[in-house]
């Protein structure tokens, strides 16, 4: 299974709605996790079970989709906010990543 | 609180050996499936292996025959052999908790250990 996530880089503002996609090349259920990651830092936890938010996240971010199509949205983007999102698949081995959207500052 | 602190990382040569250790704390290590994901420099996240509770393992192609994922359960440590390395080898690798289904969740990482394969 192949994970297609896009935009690969976005500039957005504060404030701004910021939508990422993750397309998978079959059916992987609700399987898919969201990760944010800063420099230096290990990936985080925001979304699991494609729609379910990870403890302590903010609920400025949301998850969607089922099957292949998956979405990441950030509804009110914060200074904080700004790093790299990756989304995983955890229906079947072998896992895939995504390729990451580099959220920067406009 | 969970935390999984990797260590062994170090600069080999191709073709070398390097053994990964992952100490684990905070939850119950037994019942719990543990995964490896590496990134190389500047680049995204990759699966290496997973190990499930009773010791089941799956590998990324790129790595099966040359590394192989174990875990001590008396221990609460997750290891990762590596032989035969190779350049494309290197990155920081990440232990995490979790797996795939019926896992389906990876929640925790550690913050790495570097492994540097180069001649």
């Known amino acids: 299974i192949q994970l297609t996530q896009s935009p690969s880089s976005l500039s957005a503002s504060v404030g701004d709605r910021v939508t990422i996609t993750c397309r998978a090349s079959?059916?992987?259920?609700?399987?898919l996790a969201w990760y944010q990651q800063k420099p230096g830092k290990a990936p985080k936890l925001l979304i699991f079970?494609?729609?379910t938010l990870q403890r302590g996240v903010p609920s400025r971010f949301r998850g969607g989709g089922s099957g292949t199509d998956f979405i990441l949205t950030i509804s009110s983007l914060q200074p904080e906010d700004f790093a790299t999102y990756f989304c995983?698949?955890?229906?079947?081995?072998?896992?895939?990543f995504g390729g990451g959207t580099k959220v920067d500052i406009k | 609180e969970v935390q999984l602190v990797e260590s062994g990382g170090a600069l080999v040569r191709p073709g070398g050996s390097l053994r990964l250790s992952c100490a684990a704390s905070?939850?119950?290590?037994?019942?719990?499936?543990m995964t490896w994901v590496r990134q190389a420099p500047g680049k995204g996240l990759e699966w290496v292996a997973s190990i499930h509770t009773g010791g089941s393992t799956n590998y990324e192609d790129s790595v099966r025959g040359r590394f192989t994922v174990s875990r001590d359960d008396s221990e609460n440590m997750l290891y990762l052999q590596m032989n035969s390395l190779r350049v494309d080898d290197t990155a920081l690798y990440y232990c995490?908790?979790?797996?795939?289904?019926?896992?389906?969740?990876?929640?925790?990482w550690g913050q790495g250990t570097l492994v540097t394969v180069s001649s």
């Open positions: 995490a908790r979790g797996g795939a289904w019926p896992s389906a969740l990876i929640d925790y």
């Open positions: 905070g939850f119950t290590f037994s019942s719990t499936y």
């Open positions: 079959q059916g992987i259920n609700t399987y």
């Open positions: 995983l698949q955890l229906n079947s081995y072998p896992l895939a």
């Open positions: 079970g494609a729609s």
